[in-house]
């Protein structure tokens, strides 16, 4: 939300996507701050972001695994 190529970072957008999920569906945003410049940038802000409230993000091959995403190797 609020990065290039992304929906616009605002409260009424956040609840526009929120009611248009299915029930029960699991649901998280994240706020970096100051707009990004590319989705590099935004990654690795996400992943200091993820350190700092003590979760640790996953490496590439978990989130491959965790997704259903092939290997690119």
Do not use: F, I, K, N
């Amino acid at each position: 939300m609020g990065v290039p190529g992304g929906m616009p970072g605002d409260a009424a957008t956040l609840m526009q996507a929120v009611a248009a999920l299915p029930a029960g569906a699991t649901r998280s945003a994240t706020g970096a701050g100051r707009p990004v410049r590319s989705d590099a940038e935004c990654v690795e802000r996400a992943a200091m972001l993820a350190s700092q409230a003590q979760q640790p993000p996953m490496t590439p091959d978990q989130a491959r695994a965790m997704l259903g995403v092939p290997d690119r190797h």
